[in-house]
C-alpha cells in the first residue's frame, strides 16, 4: 500500500515538474538570460547575447508601422553607435510557398532600402558619417520558429518590443509601443 507520504512527495514533484516547464513555453521574463539566434534577409547572423544592446520588435505586417514608431524613438546617442541595434522580427502568420517567400523576401528588402533612405536624413542631420543600410536588421519569420521563441505561441496579432543587455539578459518588454522616454530609459 502507498504511504500518504508518498502521494504527498509524488503531488510535490509533478508540482515542481509542471512548473519548470511552464516558463520554457510562455513569455519570457525580465532578469533571465536568453541566447535566440537567428538570421535577417541580409544574410547576416544575429543574436540577442552578441555583446550588443539590442531592441527587438517582434510584429506582423499589419504593424509594420508600430516598428517604424518605435526606430523612430530610438535614443540620437544609439544611431550609428555599434553598440547599439535594432532588429525587427517579421511574422508571416500564414502559409507561403517557396516561391511566396522568395517574393515576400525580395519586397521586404525594397522595404528596407526605402527605410534605410528614411535613417541617412537623420544619420546625416547628426553628422553620422555612415551607411545607414547597414543597421537595419530585419528578420522574416515565415515559420513561427523565432516568433515562438520570443511569445510562446504563434504571434499572429500581437507586438512586442523587448530589450535586451549585451550578454542576452531581458532588460524590459512592452506589448505595445514604448514611449520615447521608456525606450531611452532602459537602453541607457
Not at 502568420?93 to 522595404?111: D, K, N, Q, Y
Request: charge should be neutral; aromatic fraction near 10%.
Amino acid at each position: 500500500m502507498v504511504s500518504l507520504r508518498a502521494v504527498h512527495f509524488l503531488f510535490f514533484v509533478i508540482a515542481v515538474s509542471f512548473f519548470s516547464i511552464a516558463p520554457l513555453s510562455g513569455a519570457l521574463s525580465n532578469g533571465q538570460r536568453y541566447r535566440i539566434n537567428f538570421v535577417d534577409v541580409d544574410g547576416n547572423a544575429l543574436s540577442t547575447a552578441d555583446g550588443h544592446v539590442t531592441v527587438l520588435v517582434l510584429t506582423t505586417t499589419a504593424d509594420r508601422e508600430k516598428a517604424r514608431t518605435v526606430g523612430d524613438r530610438v535614443p540620437d546617442y544609439c544611431l550609428g553607435n555599434p553598440k547599439y541595434k535594432m532588429i525587427t522580427i517579421l511574422d508571416f502568420t500564414r502559409r507561403h510557398t517557396r516561391i511566396g517567400r522568395e517574393i515576400a523576401t525580395m519586397l521586404v528588402r525594397h522595404h528596407l532600402d526605402e527605410e534605410a533612405k528614411r535613417l541617412q536624413a537623420r544619420y546625416d542631420e547628426k553628422k553620422i558619417a555612415r551607411n545607414a543600410r547597414s543597421d537595419i536588421f530585419t528578420v522574416t519569420d515565415f515559420d513561427g520558429t523565432v516568433s515562438s521563441q520570443l511569445s510562446g505561441q504563434s504571434a499572429a496579432g500581437n507586438f512586442r518590443v523587448f530589450v535586451f543587455a549585451p550578454d542576452g539578459e531581458l532588460l524590459q518588454q512592452w506589448d505595445d509601443v514604448p514611449s520615447a522616454e521608456e525606450l531611452a530609459g532602459v537602453v541607457k
